[in-house]
């Protein structure tokens, strides 16, 4: 069982504390007696956590386990901090700590830090908070029946009149949000999609020029080059609100209509680049499930095959899934620039063709995820 009664949140340099959070009911952690304590991207205040009851002792020299949860996140760069802060500094054994992380592959950076150091691995757990919102929004907050789902379908299989054919979300500017957005541009495809970018917390063109040239290659560079003085002229992109500044990690009603009026979804997912290697499934790829939308994914490479792991159906062969296999980011971000423009200029003939085969994969990832009773894998 967890021994504390209050939950310990440690930012970047402050400890707040909380009654209890969704992690506590995620899943039970019965094995052992716990400590949990959550943490942003530093535990330079771990200790602070651990004092009360004589905890620290209590997991050094007893049979108290510690769980550290890097909650709604899918940082790499924590697992040497934990060995340098808990394992190192605080003489915690590396078998007593158990690390919950929304990155399917935290594993592998586990192991590589174990190895480098010479030391037992940390016990790692990869958690999906964001999939366990989403199946309590159908079951709480909007339920959405199987009477729902077929009109929704039969709705958007009688639809081929979108005024456009995708829609992407984008709020923080992550690199290859505007990378994206520069690549639709210069390939005439921002008419075709609902698409959103904007001026938020200090990010604009010119301010991501440079590290959005550094990234790529010479393909994305020369077209950066050729088309830049348009796209840092490009007017912000609003879509359902001008409030950027709030952080809007759940789904909502407000956006159904870009739905209705699109028939593809582009995700923009938390992400994409080397180094940020974690495959990280949040909100963002939930909400087209929810909304019965196909979609493709602007995330690592993988990411698809995650889905399929953990039950769903993505969209092959109506979409080409290929992108998702080619490791190198700007490659992988090309590949999907392309596929984006080929299903935008779909026939009526294939745009009803393509209605019609996505459907019943829509239908099935809703339910798939109105289903699930399990959010958590055990990774060693």
């Known amino acids: 069982m967890i021994l504390n009664k209050n939950v310990y949140y440690i930012g970047n340099d402050f400890v707040n504390i909380y009654r209890s959070t969704a992690y506590h009911e995620l899943a039970p952690f019965d094995d052992h007696d716990y400590i949990y304590v959550e943490f942003l991207s530093s535990l330079g205040k771990l200790v602070e956590c651990l004092t009360p009851d004589n905890m620290l002792d209590r997991i050094v020299n007893g049979n108290v386990h510690l769980i550290l949860c890097n909650s709604h996140e899918a940082f790499h760069d924590v697992v040497a901090e934990i060995y340098q802060r808990a394992v190192i500094e605080l003489a915690i054994p590396a078998h007593k700590i158990l690390l919950l992380s929304e990155s399917a592959d935290i594993l592998a950076e586990v192991k590589t830090v174990a190895t480098r150091l010479q030391m037992a691995?940390?016990?790692?757990?990869?958690?999906?908070?964001?999939?366990?919102?989403?199946?309590?929004?159908?079951?709480?907050?909007?339920?959405?029946?199987?009477?729902?789902?077929?009109?929704?379908?039969?709705?958007?299989?009688?639809?081929?009149?979108?005024?456009?054919?995708?829609?992407?979300?984008?709020?923080?500017?992550?690199?290859?949000?505007?990378?994206?957005?520069?690549?639709?541009?210069?390939?005439?495809?921002?008419?075709?999609?609902?698409?959103?970018?904007?001026?938020?917390?200090?990010?604009?063109?010119?301010?991501?020029?440079?590290?959005?040239?550094?990234?790529?290659?010479?393909?994305?560079n020369t077209i950066l080059q050729v088309y830049g003085d348009e796209i840092r002229s490009l007017l912000p992109m609003y879509l359902d609100t001008t409030e950027l500044e709030t952080n809007r990690a759940e789904y909502s009603t407000k956006t159904r209509y870009l739905y209705n009026d699109s028939y593809f979804s582009v995700v923009s997912e938390t992400n994409y680049y080397a180094d940020t290697p974690g495959r990280f499934l949040s909100?963002?790829?939930?909400?087209?499930?929810?909304?019965?939308?196909?979609?493709?994914?602007?995330?690592?490479?993988?990411?698809?095959?995650?889905?399929?792991?953990?039950?769903?159906?993505?969209?092959?062969?109506?979409?080409?899934?290929?992108?998702?296999?080619?490791?190198?980011?700007?490659?992988?971000?090309?590949?999907?620039?392309?596929?984006?423009?080929?299903?935008?200029?779909?026939?009526?003939?294939?745009?009803?063709?393509?209605?019609?085969?996505?459907?019943?994969?829509?239908?099935?990832?809703?339910?798939?995820?109105?289903?699930?009773?399990?959010?958590?894998?055990?990774?060693?």
């Open 121 to 220: 691995e940390i016990k790692t757990v990869y958690t999906r908070i964001f999939e366990w919102n989403s199946r309590n929004n159908i079951l709480h907050t909007s339920p959405l029946n199987e009477e729902r789902i077929n009109s929704t379908n039969s709705t958007n299989l009688k639809n081929t009149s979108f005024t456009k054919s995708f829609l992407n979300l984008n709020r923080r500017w992550r690199l290859h949000r505007p990378a994206l957005v520069a690549l639709l541009f210069a390939n005439k495809l921002l008419d075709k999609g609902h698409v959103s970018l904007a001026p938020v917390e200090g990010d604009t063109w010119d301010r991501v020029w440079h590290r959005l040239q550094v990234l790529h290659n010479l393909e994305i």
């Open 283 to 380: 909100e963002k790829v939930f909400k087209p499930i929810l909304m019965l939308h196909p979609f493709m994914m602007v995330s690592r490479p993988h990411s698809l095959k995650l889905l399929r792991e953990l039950g769903y159906k993505t969209f092959e062969p109506y979409i080409d899934e290929s992108y998702d296999s080619i490791e190198d980011d700007s490659e992988r971000l090309l590949a999907i620039v392309k596929e984006i423009k080929r299903l935008s200029y779909l026939s009526p003939e294939e745009l009803q063709d393509f209605l019609n085969g996505t459907a019943e994969i829509g239908r099935h990832n809703f339910q798939t995820l109105e289903q699930k009773t399990n959010f958590i894998t055990r990774l060693n």
